[in-house]
C-alpha cells in the first residue's frame, strides 16, 4: 500500500466528485451545488478537505471542520465526508486518511473527532469501531 494524503485544491473536484457518486449512490447529486460547497471547503479556515492520492489518481478524500461543542466544552473536529474508492477498499487507504485527520485534528488542540455514518453502512461502522471510535449518540435530521 502506498499512496499520499495532500490538501485538497478547488482543482481536485473533478476527480472527487465520481467518490461522491459512490458514497451517495442513491441520492441525486446537484453537482454545481456540491462544487460550490467543495470550493467553499477548500478555501475555509475552520474546515479541512484531503485527497488520497495512489498511482495519479485520487482514490480517497475526507471532509472535516472545527466545530464549537458544549458537551466537550471546546471545539472537535466533525467529518462530514469520508470515501475511499469501491476498487481501492480494505487495503489501508481509509486509515490513511482517518489517522491524518486526527492528527491535524490533535495538532490543532480538538478535543475529538466525530462523524456519522448512515444505518446500512455496517462495513463503515465495523472500520470505524477498529480505528477506536465509539458508538455514542444517534443523528437526527429534520429537512427544512
Not at 466525530?114 to 437526527?140: C, I, N, P, T, V
Request: charge should be neutral.
Amino acid at each position: 500500500m502506498s499512496g499520499t494524503v495532500r490538501k485538497a485544491t478547488e482543482n481536485d473536484f473533478e476527480k472527487v466528485y465520481p467518490l461522491f457518486e459512490q458514497l451517495w449512490p442513491n441520492k441525486e447529486l446537484d453537482k454545481k451545488a456540491l462544487r460550490i460547497v467543495f470550493d467553499r471547503g477548500v478555501n475555509s479556515d475552520t474546515d479541512e478537505l484531503l485527497c488520497l492520492d495512489y498511482c495519479g489518481e485520487v482514490i480517497g478524500f475526507c471532509a472535516y471542520a472545527i466545530v464549537n461543542n458544549l458537551w466537550q466544552a471546546g471545539y472537535i473536529s466533525y467529518m462530514y465526508a469520508m470515501v475511499v474508492d469501491e476498487k481501492h477498499r480494505g487495503k489501508g487507504y481509509g486509515t490513511m486518511l482517518i489517522k491524518e485527520s486526527i492528527k491535524d485534528s490533535k495538532d490543532k488542540g480538538l478535543k475529538r473527532l466525530e462523524l456519522d455514518s448512515a444505518f446500512h453502512r455496517e462495513q463503515a461502522h465495523e472500520f470505524y469501531l477498529k480505528l477506536g471510535f465509539e458508538k455514542r449518540a444517534f443523528l437526527f435530521s429534520y429537512p427544512l
